[in-house]
Protein backbone atom coordinates (compact mmCIF):
# COMPACT_ATOMS: atom_id res chain seq x y z
CA UNK A 1 0.00 0.00 0.00
CA UNK A 2 2.70 2.82 1.26
CA UNK A 3 2.83 4.90 -1.73
CA UNK A 4 0.03 4.29 -3.69
CA UNK A 5 -2.57 6.17 -1.93
CA UNK A 6 -1.06 8.67 -4.09
CA UNK A 7 -1.93 6.85 -7.09
CA UNK A 8 -5.38 6.56 -5.10
CA UNK A 9 -5.78 9.71 -4.89
CA UNK A 10 -5.51 11.00 -8.08
CA UNK A 11 -8.25 8.25 -9.51
CA UNK A 12 -10.51 8.53 -6.92
CA UNK A 13 -10.31 12.14 -7.90
CA UNK A 14 -10.12 11.92 -11.66
CA UNK A 15 -13.53 9.47 -10.88
CA UNK A 16 -15.43 12.48 -9.97
CA UNK A 17 -14.92 11.95 -6.63
CA UNK A 18 -14.43 15.73 -4.42
CA UNK A 19 -11.23 16.10 -2.40
CA UNK A 20 -13.24 15.37 0.62
CA UNK A 21 -14.60 11.72 -0.55
CA UNK A 22 -11.47 10.94 -1.42
CA UNK A 23 -9.94 11.25 2.22
CA UNK A 24 -13.11 10.05 3.69
CA UNK A 25 -13.09 6.91 1.76
CA UNK A 26 -9.12 6.46 2.58
CA UNK A 27 -10.18 7.17 6.56
CA UNK A 28 -13.15 4.94 6.78
CA UNK A 29 -12.73 2.21 4.15
CA UNK A 30 -8.79 1.99 4.65
CA UNK A 31 -8.20 -1.64 2.06
CA UNK A 32 -6.94 -0.42 -0.84
CA UNK A 33 -8.15 -3.01 -3.50
CA UNK A 34 -12.19 -2.07 -1.92
CA UNK A 35 -11.46 1.65 -2.24
CA UNK A 36 -10.12 1.24 -5.98
CA UNK A 37 -13.13 -0.98 -7.17
CA UNK A 38 -15.61 1.36 -5.49
CA UNK A 39 -14.34 4.39 -7.11
CA UNK A 40 -13.84 2.13 -10.73
CA UNK A 41 -17.54 1.14 -10.65
CA UNK A 42 -19.21 4.75 -9.57
CA UNK A 43 -17.15 6.22 -12.38
CA UNK A 44 -18.92 3.74 -14.96
CA UNK A 45 -22.04 4.42 -13.48
CA UNK A 46 -23.04 1.74 -11.09
CA UNK A 47 -25.37 2.40 -8.68
CA UNK A 48 -24.34 3.36 -5.36
CA UNK A 49 -25.33 -0.58 -3.85
CA UNK A 50 -23.41 -2.53 -6.68
CA UNK A 51 -20.22 -0.53 -6.46
CA UNK A 52 -20.01 -1.00 -2.53
CA UNK A 53 -20.65 -4.82 -3.29
CA UNK A 54 -17.88 -5.27 -5.27
CA UNK A 55 -15.96 -3.46 -2.56
CA UNK A 56 -17.06 -5.56 -0.10
CA UNK A 57 -16.80 -8.96 -1.41
CA UNK A 58 -12.73 -7.42 -2.31
CA UNK A 59 -12.81 -7.20 1.75
CA UNK A 60 -14.16 -10.17 2.48
CA UNK A 61 -10.40 -11.75 2.31
CA UNK A 62 -9.73 -9.01 5.45
CA UNK A 63 -11.73 -11.64 7.56
CA UNK A 64 -9.59 -14.32 7.19
CA UNK A 65 -6.33 -12.33 8.11
CA UNK A 66 -8.38 -11.45 10.87
CA UNK A 67 -8.99 -14.68 12.05
CA UNK A 68 -5.11 -15.81 11.64
CA UNK A 69 -4.54 -12.48 14.01
CA UNK A 70 -6.66 -13.10 16.41
CA UNK A 71 -4.86 -16.14 17.65
CA UNK A 72 -1.74 -14.87 17.20
CA UNK A 73 -2.30 -11.71 19.16
CA UNK A 74 -4.68 -12.19 21.39
CA UNK A 75 -5.71 -8.87 21.54
CA UNK A 76 -8.18 -8.01 24.85
CA UNK A 77 -12.14 -8.18 23.60
CA UNK A 78 -12.19 -4.06 23.96
CA UNK A 79 -9.14 -3.29 22.32
CA UNK A 80 -10.59 -5.22 19.00
CA UNK A 81 -12.58 -3.68 17.64
CA UNK A 82 -9.94 -0.55 17.49
CA UNK A 83 -7.16 -3.28 15.94
CA UNK A 84 -10.08 -4.22 13.24
CA UNK A 85 -9.68 -1.15 10.72
CA UNK A 86 -5.67 -1.96 10.79
CA UNK A 87 -6.13 -6.12 9.65
CA UNK A 88 -5.54 -5.67 6.34
CA UNK A 89 -2.78 -7.38 3.70
CA UNK A 90 0.49 -5.36 5.10
CA UNK A 91 -0.42 -5.65 8.80
CA UNK A 92 -1.13 -9.55 8.63
CA UNK A 93 2.13 -10.24 6.56
CA UNK A 94 4.29 -8.42 8.70
CA UNK A 95 2.16 -9.67 12.10
CA UNK A 96 2.49 -13.28 10.59
CA UNK A 97 6.33 -13.08 10.38
CA UNK A 98 7.00 -12.74 13.33
CA UNK A 99 8.00 -15.59 15.99
CA UNK A 100 6.36 -14.49 18.93
CA UNK A 101 3.72 -12.72 20.21
CA UNK A 102 5.26 -9.88 21.21
CA UNK A 103 7.07 -9.01 18.64
CA UNK A 104 3.94 -9.41 16.34
CA UNK A 105 1.89 -7.31 18.20
CA UNK A 106 4.38 -4.92 17.94
CA UNK A 107 4.23 -5.67 14.01
CA UNK A 108 0.82 -4.96 13.87
CA UNK A 109 0.72 -1.57 15.52
CA UNK A 110 3.86 -0.15 14.00
CA UNK A 111 2.87 -1.13 10.52
CA UNK A 112 -0.74 0.13 10.91
CA UNK A 113 0.15 3.28 12.49
CA UNK A 114 2.68 4.03 9.74
CA UNK A 115 0.13 2.75 6.72
CA UNK A 116 -2.79 4.62 8.17
CA UNK A 117 -0.80 7.89 8.34
CA UNK A 118 1.15 7.46 5.18
CA UNK A 119 -1.89 6.22 2.87
CA UNK A 120 -4.22 9.04 4.37
CA UNK A 121 -1.81 11.38 3.47
CA UNK A 122 -0.72 10.26 0.35
CA UNK A 123 -4.57 10.13 -0.86
CA UNK A 124 -4.62 13.79 0.48
CA UNK A 125 -1.84 14.85 -2.09
CA UNK A 126 -2.68 12.64 -4.39
CA UNK A 127 -6.49 13.83 -4.58
CA UNK A 128 -5.35 17.92 -4.32
CA UNK A 129 -2.89 17.15 -7.19
CA UNK A 130 -5.41 15.25 -9.56
CA UNK A 131 -7.54 18.65 -8.98
CA UNK A 132 -4.64 20.77 -10.13
CA UNK A 133 -3.41 19.04 -13.27
CA UNK A 134 -7.34 18.81 -14.58
CA UNK A 135 -7.84 16.61 -17.53
CA UNK A 136 -6.31 13.77 -15.21
CA UNK A 137 -7.00 11.13 -18.88
CA UNK A 138 -4.35 12.93 -20.34
CA UNK A 139 -1.70 12.03 -17.80
CA UNK A 140 -2.90 8.16 -18.48
CA UNK A 141 -4.37 8.52 -14.23
CA UNK A 142 -7.28 6.08 -15.76
CA UNK A 143 -4.80 3.27 -16.08
CA UNK A 144 -3.40 2.96 -12.14
CA UNK A 145 -6.34 1.49 -11.02
CA UNK A 146 -6.27 -1.48 -13.27
CA UNK A 147 -2.47 -1.42 -13.02
CA UNK A 148 -3.09 -1.59 -8.81
CA UNK A 149 -5.58 -4.68 -9.98
CA UNK A 150 -2.90 -6.37 -12.12
CA UNK A 151 0.19 -6.35 -9.40
CA UNK A 152 -2.29 -7.38 -6.59
CA UNK A 153 -3.42 -10.34 -9.08
CA UNK A 154 -0.02 -11.22 -10.21
CA UNK A 155 1.40 -13.01 -7.08
CA UNK A 156 -1.90 -15.19 -6.73
CA UNK A 157 -1.77 -16.74 -10.40
CA UNK A 158 0.76 -19.51 -8.82
CA UNK A 159 -1.86 -22.68 -9.77
CA UNK A 160 -3.62 -23.73 -12.65
CA UNK A 161 -6.83 -23.21 -10.62
CA UNK A 162 -6.07 -19.61 -9.82
CA UNK A 163 -5.16 -18.97 -14.00
CA UNK A 164 -8.61 -20.68 -14.69
CA UNK A 165 -10.70 -18.39 -12.20
CA UNK A 166 -9.06 -15.44 -13.18
CA UNK A 167 -9.87 -16.46 -17.05
CA UNK A 168 -12.95 -17.40 -16.15
CA UNK A 169 -13.52 -14.09 -14.50
CA UNK A 170 -12.53 -12.13 -17.16
CA UNK A 171 -14.65 -13.44 -19.61
CA UNK A 172 -17.64 -13.16 -17.42
CA UNK A 173 -16.56 -9.16 -16.59
CA UNK A 174 -15.85 -8.42 -20.06
CA UNK A 175 -18.91 -10.62 -21.87
CA UNK A 176 -21.65 -9.45 -19.56
CA UNK A 177 -20.78 -5.98 -19.36
CA UNK A 178 -22.47 -4.57 -22.46
CA UNK A 179 -25.80 -6.29 -21.55
CA UNK A 180 -26.03 -5.96 -17.50
CA UNK A 181 -26.20 -2.71 -15.26
CA UNK A 182 -22.31 -1.36 -14.56
CA UNK A 183 -21.25 -3.04 -11.39
CA UNK A 184 -23.31 -6.37 -12.05
CA UNK A 185 -21.34 -8.33 -14.24
CA UNK A 186 -17.99 -7.76 -11.45
CA UNK A 187 -20.39 -9.21 -9.03
CA UNK A 188 -21.15 -12.45 -11.57
CA UNK A 189 -17.63 -12.57 -12.38
CA UNK A 190 -17.19 -13.26 -8.79
CA UNK A 191 -19.13 -16.94 -9.16
CA UNK A 192 -15.60 -18.07 -11.44
CA UNK A 193 -14.05 -18.98 -8.68
CA UNK A 194 -16.85 -21.35 -6.48
CA UNK A 195 -17.36 -22.24 -10.40
CA UNK A 196 -14.21 -23.70 -11.00
CA UNK A 197 -13.59 -24.90 -7.32
CA UNK A 198 -16.89 -27.00 -7.87
CA UNK A 199 -15.77 -28.40 -11.22
CA UNK A 200 -12.20 -28.93 -9.52
CA UNK A 201 -13.95 -31.03 -6.79
CA UNK A 202 -15.98 -32.87 -9.27
CA UNK A 203 -13.34 -34.00 -11.48
CA UNK A 204 -11.16 -34.97 -8.17
CA UNK A 205 -14.38 -36.78 -7.08
CA UNK A 206 -14.37 -39.09 -10.41
CA UNK A 207 -10.55 -39.55 -10.42
CA UNK A 208 -11.25 -41.15 -6.48
CA UNK A 209 -14.14 -43.14 -8.28
CA UNK A 210 -11.89 -43.93 -11.18
CA UNK A 211 -8.89 -45.46 -8.52
CA UNK A 212 -11.24 -47.44 -6.15
CA UNK A 213 -12.55 -48.86 -9.31
CA UNK A 214 -9.56 -49.53 -11.11
CA UNK A 215 -7.75 -51.85 -8.35
CA UNK A 216 -9.44 -55.20 -8.50
CA UNK A 217 -9.21 -54.83 -12.11
CA UNK A 218 -5.56 -54.85 -11.38
CA UNK A 219 -5.83 -57.36 -9.32
CA UNK A 220 -7.86 -59.76 -11.25
CA UNK A 221 -4.72 -60.14 -13.71
CA UNK B 1 -25.44 11.81 -2.69
CA UNK B 2 -25.26 7.99 -4.29
CA UNK B 3 -21.66 8.78 -3.78
CA UNK B 4 -21.66 9.13 0.08
CA UNK B 5 -24.53 6.05 0.38
CA UNK B 6 -21.66 4.21 -1.80
CA UNK B 7 -19.10 5.49 0.86
CA UNK B 8 -21.04 4.65 3.81
CA UNK B 9 -22.13 1.17 2.61
CA UNK B 10 -18.36 0.15 1.96
CA UNK B 11 -16.94 1.47 5.51
CA UNK B 12 -19.54 -0.59 7.44
CA UNK B 13 -19.65 -3.56 5.15
CA UNK B 14 -15.25 -3.41 4.75
CA UNK B 15 -14.92 -2.60 8.72
CA UNK B 16 -17.56 -5.20 9.55
CA UNK B 17 -16.05 -7.95 7.67
CA UNK B 18 -12.23 -6.94 9.33
CA UNK B 19 -14.00 -6.89 13.43
CA UNK B 20 -15.67 -10.60 12.28
CA UNK B 21 -12.45 -12.16 11.80
CA UNK B 22 -11.18 -11.07 15.50
CA UNK B 23 -14.58 -11.42 16.86
CA UNK B 24 -15.65 -14.89 15.39
CA UNK B 25 -14.09 -18.02 17.73
CA UNK B 26 -11.11 -19.94 16.50
CA UNK B 27 -12.34 -22.66 13.65
CA UNK B 28 -15.74 -21.07 13.00
CA UNK B 29 -13.98 -20.15 9.61
CA UNK B 30 -11.45 -23.27 9.03
CA UNK B 31 -12.98 -25.22 6.94
CA UNK B 32 -11.08 -26.23 3.72
CA UNK B 33 -13.67 -25.12 1.18
CA UNK B 34 -14.66 -21.79 2.81
CA UNK B 35 -10.50 -20.99 3.00
CA UNK B 36 -10.20 -22.01 -0.33
CA UNK B 37 -13.36 -19.93 -2.10
CA UNK B 38 -12.02 -17.05 0.26
CA UNK B 39 -8.84 -17.23 -1.34
CA UNK B 40 -9.82 -18.00 -5.16
CA UNK B 41 -12.64 -14.88 -4.49
CA UNK B 42 -10.05 -11.91 -4.71
CA UNK B 43 -8.61 -13.81 -8.16
CA UNK B 44 -11.44 -13.59 -9.42
CA UNK B 45 -12.99 -10.22 -8.55
CA UNK B 46 -9.50 -8.33 -9.63
CA UNK B 47 -9.17 -10.54 -12.91
CA UNK B 48 -12.81 -9.00 -13.73
CA UNK B 49 -11.10 -5.32 -12.29
CA UNK B 50 -8.24 -5.59 -14.15
CA UNK B 51 -10.09 -6.62 -17.72
CA UNK B 52 -12.72 -3.71 -17.06
CA UNK B 53 -10.97 -1.24 -16.53
CA UNK B 54 -8.55 -1.45 -18.88
CA UNK B 55 -10.73 -2.54 -22.42
CA UNK B 56 -14.31 -0.47 -21.56
CA UNK B 57 -15.63 2.70 -20.98
CA UNK B 58 -18.88 2.62 -18.97
CA UNK B 59 -21.02 0.22 -20.77
CA UNK B 60 -19.18 -0.17 -23.86
CA UNK B 61 -16.00 -2.10 -24.99
CA UNK B 62 -13.23 -0.60 -26.84
CA UNK B 63 -8.79 -0.93 -26.84
CA UNK B 64 -7.12 2.26 -26.57
CA UNK B 65 -3.74 3.38 -24.82
CA UNK B 66 -4.96 2.19 -21.18
CA UNK B 67 -3.90 -1.41 -23.12
CA UNK B 68 -0.54 -0.36 -23.71
CA UNK B 69 -0.16 0.68 -20.25
CA UNK B 70 -1.09 -2.20 -18.67
CA UNK B 71 0.77 -4.14 -21.19
CA UNK B 72 3.26 -2.03 -19.39
CA UNK B 73 2.75 -2.86 -15.83
CA UNK B 74 2.54 -6.59 -17.38
CA UNK B 75 6.41 -6.53 -18.66
CA UNK B 76 7.31 -4.49 -15.15
CA UNK B 77 5.92 -7.09 -12.93
CA UNK B 78 7.16 -9.96 -14.74
CA UNK B 79 10.92 -8.17 -14.36
CA UNK B 80 9.62 -7.79 -10.69
CA UNK B 81 9.69 -4.81 -10.55
CA UNK B 82 8.75 -2.53 -7.34
CA UNK B 83 5.00 -1.88 -7.13
CA UNK B 84 5.30 1.67 -7.49
CA UNK B 85 6.91 1.07 -11.13
CA UNK B 86 4.24 -1.14 -11.84
CA UNK B 87 1.48 1.11 -11.64
CA UNK B 88 3.85 4.41 -13.10
CA UNK B 89 4.81 2.10 -16.10
CA UNK B 90 1.39 1.99 -16.87
CA UNK B 91 0.24 5.68 -16.41
CA UNK B 92 3.64 6.97 -18.04
CA UNK B 93 3.14 4.72 -21.28
CA UNK B 94 -0.69 5.64 -21.54
CA UNK B 95 -0.77 8.97 -21.34
CA UNK B 96 2.54 8.58 -23.92
CA UNK B 97 0.34 6.46 -26.55
CA UNK B 98 -2.55 9.12 -26.13
CA UNK B 99 0.13 12.38 -27.05
CA UNK B 100 1.54 10.42 -29.99
CA UNK B 101 -2.09 9.27 -31.19
CA UNK B 102 -3.73 12.95 -29.80
Known amino acids: ?221 | MNIWIAIGVTAVGCYAVKLIGLLVPAGALERPAVKRLAALLPVALLAALTAQQTFAEGQTLLLDAKAAGLGAAAVALVLRAPFLVVVAAAVVVTAGVRALTG
Open chain 1, 1 to 221: MGLSGFAFGVTSAGSGLSVWQTCVLSLLVFTGASQFALVGALAAGGNPFTAAAGAFFLGVRNAFYGLRLSQLLALPRAVRPFAAHWVIDETSAVSLAQSTRRSARIGFTVTGLTLYVLWNLTTLLGALGAEAIGDTDAWGIDAAGPAVFLALLAPMLRTTTERAVAGLAVVLGLGLLPVLPAGVPVLVAALAAPAVLYVEGRRRGEGRRRATTDTPQGEDR
